[in-house]
């Protein structure tokens, strides 16, 4: 079975910084997908940025970027130009790729707080 | 655009009554999955379905059972409720069973609905 580890529980960045957030994986399937989620006090689970392990380069969304090491099993997100509304709760996810089940597998997750 | 629907958005039950939570996909999905994510914990898989077909099984407890319809809306029901069963119970959904179509079509989320067992 495949677990995601989020070793940060909490994290804090000055606004207008950059903050990564970390996360390993474990698996023993080579075609996989990769996520962040985020989640506002709203509660509401929203993709920030997807990988294809099929994929070298890395994922970029805006502000958010992935590092993404298949051999080391880690994804981590960069947030850049910290604002205030990225305050939330995010989550890494893995998901097979070998349509055994499109079901999510979580992290615990990693609280990021945003200081003006 | 449409996003899915969950209902209700919040619901209190006591201990050992029943609740039924509804989940409305995306027009044209025709996936949907059921999650649970208990106070302070990352959201855990309990089913899924495609094509009206219970397709995976995640760690739902043999009190709960889910359907889906021919409309592809789904039902999740909880039975002999526990004070543990408090949770905020998510539905996302999506098209196609196959990874690539999941990938290509999306895997969108509702907004959950918060159950309280008291």
């Known amino acids: 079975a495949q677990t995601v580890t989020q070793s940060q529980p909490e994290m804090s960045v000055q606004e207008a910084e950059t903050v990564t957030l970390s996360c390993t994986y474990d698996?023993?399937?080579?075609?996989?997908?990769l996520f962040w989620y985020k989640q506002p006090p709203s509660r509401q689970m929203i993709l920030v940025i997807r990988?294809?392990?099929?994929?070298?380069q890395n994922a970029t969304e805006n502000r958010f970027s992935v590092n993404f090491q298949k051999a080391a099993k880690s994804f981590s997100l960069k947030i850049s130009d910290s604002q205030l509304g990225d305050a939330a709760m995010y989550f890494c996810?893995?998901?097979?790729?070998?349509?055994?089940?499109?079901?999510?597998?979580f992290g615990g997750g990693t609280r990021l707080m945003v200081k003006p | 655009a449409a996003g899915v629907i969950q209902s209700p958005r919040h619901l209190i039950k006591e201990k050992r009554e029943t609740a039924t939570l509804k989940c409305y996909p995306i027009?044209?999905?025709?996936?949907v999955y059921w999650y649970q994510q208990g106070p302070g914990q990352d959201p855990q898989f309990l089913i899924s379905?495609?094509?009206?077909?219970?397709?995976d099984k995640g760690s739902i407890p043999d009190r709960f059972s889910a359907q889906q319809f021919s409309d592809y809306h789904s039902e999740l029901n909880m039975s002999s409720l526990e004070l543990g069963d408090s949770a905020l119970y998510f539905c996302?959904?999506?098209?196609?069973?196959?990874?690539?179509?999941?990938?290509?079509?999306?895997?969108?989320f509702g907004s959950g609905t918060r159950l309280t067992v008291v």
């Open positions: 996302a959904s999506s098209l196609g069973w196959d990874s690539q179509s999941t990938t290509n079509y999306g895997y969108t």
């Open positions: 990988q294809e392990a099929y994929k070298q």
């Open positions: 698996t023993s399937e080579s075609d996989y997908y």
């Open positions: 379905f495609y094509e009206k077909m219970q397709s």
């Open positions: 996810a893995y998901r097979s790729g070998s349509n055994a089940g499109n079901m999510l597998t």
């Open positions: 027009p044209r999905h025709d996936t």
